[in-house]
């Protein structure tokens, strides 16, 4: 069965600390994999995505990997505006959309 | 460009009732899916639509139904309101026709509200 997971489930961070969040998955077949930012009572906000092993996107304090099995969003120095939930999300060879429950990431000043 | 606009953004709805929910693409984008996403759930693939055409579909009753119009423009229709389908409704659209993976953005949601 396609699954997407991503740890921590919750993450508690000083301003300036550096860290990542992980999104695992296992799916027949990746297509890409997407990564979203989610105001409380908002949309997702589109921040990357990546089609194949290898690849690595930044904006700003925020980078993305991806490898064959997981990837990384990993944010340095973050900011209390960097406070959101950060979710992930996959599209299958089967052509379906798959997220992940997220991750709720808290900066504290 | 102007973003993926939702209508209504509240909605309070009693059980029994049906709903109908809109959404408006960015211009040029001819794909539009929806989900429903509850705290105990995530964010849960509803069904998405290209070309007024139904491409994939969620695990999802019958209740759950949609269409999209010839300018993209999308609705969605929940029948016999449920207290569980209590959610914030999200549409989301993308370019799709190019080849290549084509990424989905997101509109504010609906926030439907089963009493």
């Known amino acids: 069965e396609d699954q997407v997971t991503q740890s921590p489930e919750a993450l508690r961070l000083q301003e300036g600390e550096s860290s990542s969040l992980n999104c695992s998955y296992t799916?027949?077949?990746?297509?890409?994999l997407f990564w979203y930012r989610q105001d409380p009572g908002k949309g997702p906000e589109f921040l990357f995505t990546l089609y194949s092993a290898g690849e690595e996107k930044e904006k700003e304090r925020l980078k993305a990997t991806l490898t064959k099995k997981e990837s990384f969003l990993h944010i340095t120095a973050p900011k209390p505006e960097d406070s959101a939930t950060y979710l992930c999300a996959v599209r299958t060879s089967y052509d379906k959309v798959i997220f992940g429950p997220g991750t709720s990431l808290s900066v504290i000043p | 460009k102007a973003g993926v606009t939702q209508t209504p953004r509240y909605l309070i709805k009693t059980r029994g009732q049906q709903v109908t929910l809109s959404c408006s693409p960015i211009s040029g984008h001819r794909s539009v899916s929806w989900y429903q996403q509850t705290p105990g759930q995530g964010l849960q693939f509803l069904f998405e639509?290209?070309?007024?055409?139904?491409?994939n579909k969620g695990n999802f009753p019958g209740r759950f139904s949609g269409r999209q119009f010839s300018n993209s423009r999308s609705e969605m229709n929940v029948s016999t309101l449920e207290l569980g389908d209590s959610a914030l409704y999200l549409c989301?659209?993308?370019?799709?026709?190019?080849?290549?993976?084509?990424?989905?953005?997101f509109g504010p949601g609906t926030r439907l509200t089963v009493l």
């Open positions: 989301a659209s993308s370019p799709r026709g190019r080849g290549g993976l084509d990424t989905q953005y």
């Open positions: 639509y290209f070309s007024e055409t139904q491409r």
């Open positions: 799916v027949s077949g990746l297509r890409g």
